[in-house]
């Protein structure tokens, strides 16, 4: 073969140089967060964290499957690297200022219609607290990740992008939760676990928040099949129930054969085309039968949201002016939409948003 001559390199390097950061490699840095588990040590009860008088989950050990899980699923896009994770002596502070301390918080437990209203958590009290804005810009943190006792008052998750501009008007609420989190210059994402629960309940969550942000993006602000209905975006998300001819992959209350929300040890199996997203953008339409043996038991729940997540487009290049890796809007997507502009978006204020 005949060596190429250094001007044909420098023009190859040069043409490397300029194509889009979309169509080189997906890979990207590890994903810095810092884990606050708000876990009080109950004095009146032998000196014993929360957690574990409550005969609760261990959140360090769900923690750690979390950062496998999301990684193995994502082709190794979702890497997290936890730098640090804070054992929080205390119970958070709601947004009016109240406070549970241990004695009404168990009495509260005894009888749960005596919970504080309203309930929702001060983030902004969480981030003066452990000093996170400064955390975030001077230590390149990149998200919160909480984990509490049921009526701590954080959502499943929250983000806060910067001026809270999002690049396509959308009248749900739901896909933007800016709360109280403060301006970083950057977008963070928070997210709130429960360890009375289990990881499948946490990544759960997870699953909402990617369902947030592609309808943001890929959905151009619409998740609807009546309002859009040839969005890429929305198919992903098809059942057989509402689309009986074309069932794809499902959504995070349930895969293609579902037939009501949280229906994952469903035995009725559906013609899915849910196993050709593993070759997106390379949609052949092949279909398979699929049951919930697709991911299996005995926690079905925990084993069908990794099967769900392993079916999240994660090719290189992009279609359509979107990444065909869709990880990149869900863990990187600051760098992804100024590499990458949402096609026909423009920057506007989410006047929509759960605050």
């Known amino acids: 073969m005949r060596p190429h001559s250094a001007t044909s390199i420098i023009s190859i390097l040069l043409m490397l140089a300029c194509l889009p950061a979309m169509a080189q490699s997906s890979k990207r840095t590890s994903i810095k967060v810092i884990v606050l588990n708000y876990d009080p040590i109950l004095k009146t009860q032998g000196g014993v964290r929360l957690s574990k008088h409550m005969k609760w989950q261990d ?19 979702a890497d997290y690297k936890v730098v640090q994770f804070i054992d929080v002596d205390a119970f958070p502070e709601k947004r009016d200022g109240f406070n549970y301390d241990e004695a009404s918080f168990l009495a509260m437990w005894a009888d ?18 452990f000093d996170l804005a400064n955390r975030i810009k001077r230590d390149g943190i990149e998200e919160i990740w909480l984990w509490g006792a049921p009526y701590f008052g954080w959502d499943e998750y929250a983000m806060k992008i910067p001026g809270d501009q999002i690049f396509y008007p959308t009248d749900n609420e739901w896909f933007y939760r800016p709360y109280d989190i ?3 210059g950057k977008t963070v994402w928070v997210m709130g ?32 099949n009546k309002k ?20 794809q992959v499902g959504n995070v209350h349930g895969g293609p054969n579902a037939e009501d929300g949280y229906d994952y040890a469903q035995k009725n199996a559906v013609l899915s085309g849910a196993d050709d997203w593993l070759a997106y953008p390379a949609l052949t339409g092949k279909k398979t039968m699929i049951d919930c043996e697709a991911w299996g038991g005995p926690d079905y729940h925990l084993n069908y949201m990794r099967w769900w997540f392993k079916h999240l487009p ?21 760098a992804a939409v100024r590499a990458l502009p949402p096609p026909g978006g423009r920057l506007q204020s989410a006047n929509n948003a759960m605050r």
């Open 314 to 334: 994660k090719a290189p290049g992009a279609t359509g002016g979107f990444y065909n890796n869709w990880w990149q809007y869900v863990c990187n997507y600051d």
């Open 112 to 129: 749960t219609s005596k919970a504080h209203q309203p309930d929702s958590v001060s983030y902004a009290a969480i981030f003066r607290k």
């Open 59 to 77: 959140p360090h050990v769900m923690t750690e499957s979390i950062v496998k899980d999301l990684s193995a699923a994502s082709g190794g896009f």
């Open 193 to 224: 676990w429960n360890y009375e629960r289990g990881e499948a309940e946490a990544i759960h969550s997870f699953g909402h928040r990617c369902e947030g942000i592609l309808s943001l993006t890929v959905g151009k602000g619409v998740w609807d």
């Open 228 to 247: 859009s209905p040839d969005n890429i975006w929305n198919r992903f998300t098809h059942l057989a129930k509402d689309f009986p001819d074309d069932a």
């Open 182 to 184: 403060p301006d970083c």
